[in-house]
């Protein structure tokens, strides 16, 4: 009884003094750091480098929202966060917005009450399969043995596009990426199934990455981005048009070669509103003018983000596909800066 | 017919015995092929080992040390004909990483020192056989060598001179004097070196500092705590009666510690400021990380423990039962389980905002877990004591505490030495569960290593060196019960 009432009076106590602290932007000024949730080491996405700096396409999400509200792109802690303690890391506000790969879901969304603010890179779960094994589709997998990653979306996808085919399959069980690797290359399995861009990552790890083949089926939409906490839509303004001003400075051809030039002002009037020099869309965020011209210069636009760290010129080699501009023949159409 | 004898007068020469059992020969004749069935093992043993070690050294001596990725490792390998090698450039790049984890690069004496002066610390604890001076001398060399890390100013300076003369002192007395010298001088009334228990005990308090840094006050204000508590029960007890005055003496630090030392700090800072840069926990990751876990537990759950055997055996109702219900508790729930408490289920329950530090969380959950296992391996050595000891001590006439003291816990901790090392070494291994709330220590950035595009697909060169890394802390835990055990053996077997 006298535990329930202590209970009772923590949780009394957590709420009141989370809706005192509702406004994470005071709470990351007055700090002067971000905190961002991000992966314990994802290739391309997020991992340290030998100094302990963190660097990818997650984190680079990271140091554009630190830039964005503090105006300096080192001002972020990043937190290490696995699958299992990501998301009630958001939920008790020990980081500030979560740039974990983390697929949007529904429940997610709506059931443990977080706010995607978009999609920084669309994925889906794709098979890996060698050469010699002759199989040109996935639906020719009938009777083969499959590599697949425990408690995560893609063991229920897989079940479900077999069941869909009304083919059968073995599941060997994995527990971590790199065992996955090895179990595939010792024969373990036949085939190997993760999202689409660890199925790139892995593959250039190979010793002859051309003895594998990728089968051409996508069965999952994977649609990754930030996210942060429901109940301060302000901060998650922020996040959002952060990340679409990554966007949108691709769609518009600002660089981070030419921002400095495009900043002192230029003929486009959503280019001058997007680097605040026209217009008070920062104030209307609650931020400097200059916020998305240094989200901006922390890491390049998403274009030039996307091409260093898992573009074709990296090892990754991911190309753009879905991740293209709606010019191009992607799906990135951020709404205008206005 | 006198000189008929029957048996020999004159004693034989010895002889050397026969060449088949002394020596190399003897020895592997007596080891390895005595008899059929022993030398079939023999080669078979040996083949096998042959076979392992056939494959396994050339993987290891593989000349890929300077290579800056998988890649060059696999040009390294191929261009000198083998079919497969190991790439040890991932260890030459990441060692700093996989002992300092993301403590600052230029901090990084810090933690080295507060390692070694750990054993500094530990010596006068666990070894009896080193002089005051050879640990005060240590002592002196440790912190002058790593005087020379440090940046240079007209201070250092003088702080090295000082240690240089300590050193040189010190050192010079060790070999001038020998044992037996000194220790005649010391009954003729020679001035003896402070005890280097009195360093053990600021070491307590000088480990956060050099680890976490901040201002120098807090640690002060810490000590404080128990100078408190001595004072409280020394002036209070022939008032009020002891068994008030050691609960108050209880309550006085503990009040102290959660309401007036923040404010002793800040206000002794403002006025005295000294300190060093602060690292937060965040930022401590890899063997660093699993050693201050690791240690802290140990240390603390081994007194933790004692008490809590002492509690379940006690005749007094409510603190058998609790002791009874934690051990049981504890014990009853995985580790992980308790971690998970830890890192999730607190947040849930403190006030956001709260920052109850991560590292210090864990490791209060790994000392509770590891004091539950070691107050029944201590329960165990007290059952196995005799009931005429007990008895012998209230003949004696000694109170509970004396007897627990002089006679009980001596003898059963003796007996449950190899018990105790083998919960240690266990819990210091558990560290490596923390990888599972996302704390870096060694396992987990062998994961985070593996995400760098140019190391990801190298598995056995990182757990290898990790598994190296924890035998040389283990296997010494365990030589060092081993020696423990020679050292207190009293029996005559």
Redesign the interface.
């Known amino acids: 009884m006298k535990k329930t009432f202590i ?1 009772g009076a ?2 009394v ?2 709420m ?3 809706a005192a ?1 509702a406004a994470t932007l005071d ?1 990351v000024k007055a700090r002067g750091k971000l905190e961002c949730g991000v ?14 700096r963190w660097e ?1 396409f997650d984190a680079a999400y990271c140091r554009a929202v630190a830039a964005a509200v503090l105006g300096d792109p080192d001002a972020v ?1 990043f ?4 699958t ?2 990501r998301f ?2 958001l ?4 980081v500030d917005v979560l740039s974990r790969n983390t697929t949007w879901t529904f429940s997610r969304d709506v059931d443990l009450k977080f706010e995607f603010v978009g999609v920084n890179y669309y994925d889906g779960q794709g098979f890996m399969a060698p050469k010699n094994l002759g199989v040109s589709s996935a639906k020719e997998l009938d009777g083969a043995t499959v590599c697949i990653q425990t408690g995560t979306t893609t063991e229920l996808n897989l079940a479900d596009f077999f069941r869909a085919n009304n083919i059968s399959y073995e599941p060997v069980p994995i527990e ?1 990426n ?1 065992e996955g ?2 179990q595939y290359l010792a024969g373990a399995c036949d085939v190997y199934t993760t999202d689409a861009s660890g199925l790139a ?2 593959r ?4 002859d990455p051309s003895a594998h083949v990728i089968l051409p089926e996508i069965i999952s939409k994977e649609p990754l981005g930030p996210l942060v906490r429901h109940g301060d839509p302000e901060w998650g303004d922020i996040a959002r048009w952060t990340l679409n001003a990554l966007i949108a400075a691709e769609e518009l051809g600002v660089t981070s070669a030419n921002i400095e030039e495009l900043a002192a002002g230029s003929d486009n009037p959503e280019i001058n509103r997007l680097l605040g020099t026209e217009g008070n869309l920062g104030e209307m965020l609650g931020l400097e003018a200059d916020w998305a011209k240094n989200a901006i210069m922390a890491g390049g636009n998403y274009g030039e983000i996307f091409a260093k760290t898992i573009g074709e010129s ?3 080699g991911l190309a753009r596909g879905l991740n293209a501009q709606w010019k191009d023949g992607g799906i990135l159409y951020v709404p205008p800066f206005r | 017919m006198n000189d008929l004898s029957f048996v020999r007068t004159e004693m034989l020469p010895e002889r050397d015995p026969p060449p088949s059992t002394t020596g190399v020969i003897g020895w592997l004749r007596k080891n390895m092929f005595d008899g059929v069935w022993n030398t079939l093992l023999t080669i078979a043993s040996i083949g096998l080992i042959v076979w392992v070690l056939g494959h396994i050294l050339p993987w290891i001596w593989s000349p890929t040390w300077n290579a800056g990725s998988l890649d060059q490792c696999r040009e390294i390998v191929g261009a000198s004909g083998k079919a497969s090698g190991a790439c040890w450039g991932v260890i030459h790049e990441r060692w700093p990483q996989m002992l300092y984890g993301f403590y600052p690069a230029e901090l990084r004496l810090r933690p080295t020192l507060a390692f070694f002066l750990l054993f500094i610390a530990l010596i006068p604890v666990l070894f009896n056989m080193i002089s005051r001076r050879m640990n005060w001398f240590l002592l002196a060399l440790v912190l002058f060598v790593a005087t020379f890390f440090t940046a240079s100013s007209a201070l250092m300076i003088v702080v090295q001179i000082v240690l240089a003369a300590a050193v040189l002192y010190i050192g010079y007395t060790l070999v001038a004097n020998s044992g037996s010298d000194r220790a005649e001088q010391i009954a003729a009334g020679a001035r003896r070196l402070p005890n280097p228990l009195i360093f053990t005990a600021l070491y307590v308090f000088l480990m956060p500092w050099l680890l976490w840094g901040g201002t120098i006050w807090t640690p002060v204000g810490a000590a404080l705590g128990f100078v408190i508590g001595w004072l409280v029960f020394r002036l209070l007890a022939p008032v009020l009666g002891t068994l008030t005055a050691i609960i108050l003496a209880f309550a006085a630090p503990v009040l102290w510690w959660l309401l007036l030392n923040g404010l002793f700090a800040s206000a002794m800072h403002a006025i005295l400021p000294f300190g060093l840069e602060p690292v937060e926990s965040r930022q401590f990751g890899g063997l660093l990380l699993s050693v201050t876990i690791g240690v802290t537990a140990i240390a603390v759950s081994l007194p933790m423990g004692i008490v809590l055997a002492l509690g379940r055996q006690s005749d007094l109702v409510i603190v058998k039962s609790l002791s009874v219900i934690f051990i049981e508790f504890i014990r009853g729930v995985p580790l992980i389980t308790l971690l998970f408490v830890a890192s999730v289920l607190l947040n849930i329950f403190l006030p956001p905002g709260t920052d109850f530090d991560i590292i210090l969380r864990v490791i209060i959950m790994a000392t509770v877990f590891a004091s539950a296992y070691m107050a029944e391996v201590i329960r165990g050595g007290l059952a196995a004591l005799p009931k005429g000891q007990y008895e012998a001590a209230d003949a004696l006439g000694l109170d509970y505490w004396k007897a627990q003291r002089l006679i009980i816990m001596p003898q059963a901790l003796k007996i449950s030495i190899p018990g105790i090392v083998s919960t240690f070494i266990g819990l210091f291994k558990d560290t490596t569960l923390v990888s599972i709330i996302g704390l870096l220590d060694p396992v987990g950035l062998s994961n985070s290593i593996r995400a760098d595009t140019n190391w990801n697909g190298i598995v056995w060169e990182l757990y290898g060196f990790i598994a190296l890394l924890f035998f040389i802390f283990t296997f010494s835990m365990s030589r060092y019960s081993m020696y423990l055990e020679r050292r207190l053996r009293t029996d005559h077997r």
């Open positions: 209970l923590l949780t106590a957590a009141s003094a989370g602290s709470d992966n314990t080491g994802l290739v391309g996405f997020a991992a340290p480098d030998a100094n302990g990818g802690e937190v290490p966060l696995t299992k303690t009630t890391a939920a008790a506000a020990e971590t790199a690797q090895t990552a892995t250039a790890t190979f010793e990296t090892p990754i």
